[in-house]
């Protein structure tokens, strides 16, 4: 493997080394190993045009040239695009990626653009940083791989705001330069305590990132972040975090409801810690107390999993690690809205802790229901939940829970399943997927039904013929959607994965575009008429010479029911009968319109 790592790196000498290097450099921290080192460096030479997509085809296995073909798509994503069309692109992003090591070389590649920018325009540095806040950064909290989450975050936040980042940079700066004794004298501290307990560790300050400060700003003044500064202590063992943290809480004084065991209770990505702030010499300080290896996995998240793998004989957790990004990837039901938001919905926004009336602990996002609770601890809760106590009372399943809570969800195993108002009352992707996927599994049929009925109506409303539209180009939006059947559009549109206005959007331009393209043969002539419709070709009932127009609301083609309006000074206006606009006019300004045949000059033999 190593050679060939070699012979490529060798058809790369003239490539710029730094950025190449910088690459190699967080692969080898990720600890992505020897195969997916192979298929970066290939990579890199296919962008540089050194090798094709058909030259790895031939040499390399077919895994590697899958996997080569995946970061090409990906390469093309284009975050400048509408919004609407930047929903489907991330989508493919997670259709086409099945590996997650695939998705962390992609991180890898975005790391080191950023940290190379001299050859990008001002337009390039826009889509890197979109790209960033979009996909990257929250992905990259997602995989546990908080340190370079921070530094795509800073990144991005530079490229898009400058002059912000900068104020916010100098402000933090000015504050930690003037606490930076009062830190070290913590630090010494810190260091007191493990040496009074034979603990052996490090110990060091830390400055809160800046894009991280500046969402607390939306909310706090820069004083009131207690977390602007912290001591960050790295010790052998859990005991030994759990010992230093008494220590320290006997010595100085802890705020309320600043600490959480992270230990006991891991993040949903698997990230432990030990947080608590303390006040030390008047300032609220931060102190994090972990082992070496939970530092190695918050810094470098699944990755870490291969480095350090614990010793016990229960199964990995890794999987469980990954269930939700495999979920995402792979769920069908999870609305284009709900999977571009739900990285940064759960990521960004503050966790609280409900408990069940045993005493599990649950981490939700802030603003969670008991809805998002009962789908956290069993889909069959969720879809068979009717109702639910919060710290012993009767609550609505729509009320926000808080730090603390007690919560029993009341089943009824005769429940005919959750409503669909529960998609907007849920605040976690989660819920709103397993919600989803009970509509699709248990009720396909009516779905089915009810989707392709909201589409019906959504075309109506745009004043076309249903048939029309679904003959002309209905094929066309199932081939775009990767769908192999139609029942799979309307299950999709009735579970509102899809807006049916936009399929009836997209049908109409279709058959625009087909109507304007179609030739009319008559049936006693070979000689070819464009179907172009022109006021020569409109015979109105007892009027001649008259100024006609064709109405823009509902442009009306030739062999369309068609209908006349006497409008005022602008002659008749041609519209199609089925325009929505046709019923507001007055009976007595209509005129009956008609199509004349069309006239071709016949071929003659020659």
Same mark, same amino acid.
């Given at each position: #493997? ?123 540095? $826009? ?39 900068? *104020? ?5 700066? $000015? ?15 810190? *260091?007191? /305590? ?12 830390? +400055? ?32 030994? /975090? ?5 220590? &320290? ?26 947080? =608590? ?16 290896? #939970? ?11 291969? &480095? ?9 957790? &890794? ?40 005493? +599990? ?23 068979? /939940? ?41 605040? =976690? ?13 248990? #009720? ?13 109506? %959504? ?12 003959? +002309? ?10 769908? =192999? ?8 549109? !009735?579970?509102?994965?899809? %807006? ?5 959007? $997209? ?19 070979? =000689? ?13 009932? !007892? ?7 064709? %109405?823009?609301? /509902? ?52």
């Amino acid at each position: #493997m190593n050679n060939q790592i070699n012979e490529v790196l060798d058809l790369l000498k003239d490539f710029d080394q730094k950025k190449l290097s910088d690459f190699l450099d967080i692969l080898s921290d990720m600890n992505l190993g020897n195969d997916v080192k192979l298929e970066g460096v290939l990579y890199y030479a296919l962008k540089n045009n050194k090798l094709t997509l058909e030259e790895i085809e031939k040499k390399y296995p077919a895994e590697i040239h899958r996997n080569i073909q995946i970061l090409d798509k990906l390469d093309k994503i284009n975050y400048s695009q509408q919004e609407t069309e930047a929903e489907n692109i991330r989508k493919m992003f997670f259709a086409i990626t099945k590996d997650i090591r695939t998705i962390m070389l992609k991180i890898a590649f975005v790391v080191t653009e950023l940290r190379n920018l001299d050859d990008k325009s001002d337009n390039e540095k $826009k889509d890197l940083a979109n790209g960033i806040f979009s996909l990257f950064a929250p992905l990259s909290a997602r995989l546990g791989l908080s340190g370079y989450k921070t530094e795509l975050e800073d990144g991005a936040f530079r490229l898009s705001n400058p002059k912000l980042q900068a *104020e916010i940079q100098a402000e933090v700066d $000015k504050r930690f330069h003037k606490r930076q004794p009062i830190v070290e004298r913590l630090k010494a501290l810190v *260091e007191n /305590c493990m040496q009074d307990l034979d603990i052996q560790g490090k110990v060091y300050g830390r +400055k809160k990132h800046i894009y991280s400060i500046y969402k607390k700003l939306q909310d706090h003044s820069l004083d009131n972040i207690y977390d602007l500064i912290a001591v960050r202590a790295i010790v052998k063992s859990v005991s030994d /975090c759990y010992a230093l943290l008494g220590r &320290l809480h006997s010595i100085v004084v802890p705020f309320e409801g600043r600490f959480k065991d992270y230990i006991a209770t891991p993040k949903p990505n698997g990230y432990q810690s030990l947080h =608590t702030t303390v006040l030390f010499e008047s300032f609220p300080v931060e102190i994090q107390i972990r082992t070496e290896e #939970m530092h190695k996995y918050a810094e470098y998240g699944i990755a870490a999993h291969w &480095l350090y793998k614990e010793k016990k004989n229960k199964q990995d957790s &890794l999987d469980m690690r990954l269930a939700w990004l495999r979920q995402m990837m792979e769920d069908d039901n999870t609305s284009i809205d709900e999977l571009a938001s739900s990285l940064n919905q759960d990521i960004y926004n503050s966790e609280i802790f409900v408990q069940t009336p045993k005493g +599990k602990v649950v981490y939700l996002p802030s603003g969670s229901t008991p809805i998002d609770f009962a789908y956290s601890i069993h889909s069959e809760i969720g879809n068979k /939940c009717v109702g639910a106590k919060v710290n012993g009372k009767m609550a609505p399943t729509q009320s926000e829970l808080h730090n603390g809570d007690v919560v029993e969800i009341i089943t009824n195993p005769n429940s005919k399943g959750p409503s669909r108002d529960w998609l907007k009352i849920c605040k =976690t992707s989660e819920a709103r997927g397993k919600i989803n996927s009970f509509f699709k599994k248990n #009720m396909k049929e009516e779905t089915i039904k009810l989707g392709k009925s909201m589409l019906e109506n %959504a075309i109506k409303e745009k004043g076309y013929s249903v048939s029309k539209l679904m003959q +002309k180009g209905l094929s066309t939006i199932l081939e775009n959607y990767n769908y =192999t059947e139609e029942d799979e559009l309307f299950a999709n549109i !009735g579970t509102n994965a899809i %807006a049916p206005k936009m399929i009836a959007n $997209k049908l109409a331009s279709i058959y625009q575009k087909q109507i304007k393209e179609e030739t009319f043969v008559s049936p006693h002539t070979s =000689t070819i008429t464009l179907a172009q419709p022109t006021e020569k070709q409109i015979s109105l009932n !007892g009027l001649n010479n008259i100024l006609l127009k064709f %109405a823009n609301c /509902c442009h009306p083609m030739y062999g369309d029911d068609i209908i006349g309006f006497i409008s005022a000074g602008r002659g008749v206006i041609i519209h199609r009968k089925i325009c929505p606009n046709v019923s507001y006019f007055r009976e007595s300004r209509l005129i009956e319109a008609f199509w004349k045949p069309i006239e071709t000059k016949k071929k003659t033999d020659k």
